[in-house]
Each structure stands twice: as C-alpha cells, then as structure tokens.
Nanobody, 124 residues
Framework: QVQPVESGGGLVQAGGSLKLACVVP????????MGWFRQAPGKEREFVAT????????IYADSVKDRFTISRDNAKNTMYLQMNGLKPEDTAIYYCAVGRGPTGSTTAGAYQYWGQGTQVTVSS
C-alpha cells in the first residue's frame, strides 16, 4: 500500500511532549520530501512542518517553531515529529504527507500521499 500510517498521538497536559511517527513504503518515500499538517475541529487543514528527502533542510510554521522538531530515518521508512511545550491550541488531528519531489513544501497541494491522521489532544 502507498498510504502513510501515523502513530504516537494521545492526550497530554499543557507543557507536555509527544512524538509522532509516520511510516511509508520505501518506494513512496525515497527521494521525496515529507510534511506534517494538522486540522482542528471547524478549521481548515494547516501546515506544521516539512523536511526534504535527505533530512538536511526543514521549515516550520511560526506557531510551532522552536517547539517542534521534524526528522526522518529513511532506513526505517519513517518520519517523526517531536512536539515539546504543547499548548491547547495544538489540539488537532495530525496528518503525514509525502511530496511529489525531493523538496519539502508548505503547501498541501504539493503532496501526493496522505495518512489518515492521529489525534493529539492537549488539556488545560
């Protein structure tokens, strides 16, 4: 299957941490940029972070910069999102996406494969 699969979501208190993972087949992820997006209830999907296929370049949304870290381990066909200092406004379904080329993108339309999402809920 070509669909990425997210994991690692859960319920945490404000100020806590979570680490999300996204696993995809190598034929899908090889030489492709990847990204994380999120969607809160009643709101449109928004960009969170992206990383190129080599893992040496990344871009973050201003709302998560200095709190979240995106990384990837191509040997494991896995992308990660380390989330620290979580805030209630981070509550959303987080989606993994695989791009069409080696460069990451902040635009949802640049991605060709999407996971089904993992729920992150930050309380208090």
């Amino acid at each position: 299957q070509v669909q990425p699969v997210e994991s690692g979501g859960g319920l945490v208190q404000a100020g806590g941490s979570l680490k999300l993972a996204c696993v995809v087949p190598r034929r899908t992820s090889s030489n492709n940029g990847m990204g994380w997006f999120r969607q809160a209830p009643g709101k449109e999907r928004e960009f969170v972070a992206t990383i190129n296929w080599r893992g040496g370049s990344s871009i973050y949304a201003d709302s998560v910069k200095d709190r979240f870290t995106i990384s990837r381990d191509n040997a494991k066909n896995t992308m990660y999102l380390q989330m620290n200092g979580l805030k209630p406004e981070d509550t959303a379904i987080y989606y993994c996406a695989v791009g069409r080329g080696p460069t990451g993108s902040t635009t949802a339309g640049a991605y060709q494969y999407w996971g089904q999402g993992t729920q992150v809920t930050v309380s208090s």
